[in-house]
């Protein structure tokens, strides 16, 4: 599987972006990371179906940079690339990528411990960004507070 992480609107790369690969368990096949050019090549078994986390390391620079997102359910093909944009921590835009970032860490606290031990500070980072994080309806700024609290009792 093979990709490239842009902005949201398309036109730079963002590199040290944690392109992380999951069974349908939640047990993480493979991570690798973005290069200067926002590519990112992974090898996975060939014909299953995965989850795809597209989110920032804690340990990086660029941990409070960038919302997360997160890709269910497909089964990658070598031959198309599987892109994706990322909005810009602090930045507004449209409701549906206000809602892939939600999406990004519900993904994330459904991992719970079992990532928790090799991901120090994740929660921290997860509740600046979220803090940053604007969401469109009463709806999604319920999760989102649901979530900040989420990450709060684990920092």
Request: charged share 25%; glycine share 8%; proline share 5%.
């Amino acid at each position: 599987m093979h990709g490239h992480v842009r902005t949201i609107d398309g036109n730079e790369p963002i590199r040290l972006i944690q392109v992380s690969v999951y069974r349908r368990d939640l047990s993480r096949i493979k991570h690798v990371y973005t290069d200067d050019q926002g590519r990112y090549d992974v090898e996975i078994p060939s014909g299953e179906s995965v989850t795809v986390r597209f989110d920032t390391h804690p340990t990086l620079n660029n941990a409070e940079d960038w919302q997360p997102s997160v890709v269910s359910n497909v089964v990658p093909d070598n031959a198309v690339p599987l892109d994706r944009c990322l909005l810009r921590s602090g930045q507004d835009a449209d409701p549906a990528s206000a809602v892939d970032a939600l999406g990004g860490y519900l993904f994330a606290a459904a991992l719970g411990d079992a990532e928790a031990e090799g991901e120090d500070g994740y929660a921290a980072t997860a509740r600046a960004r979220l803090s940053r994080l604007k969401q469109h309806t009463q709806a999604l700024q319920e999760v989102q507070e649901r979530l900040h609290r989420h990450f709060s009792g684990q920092a």
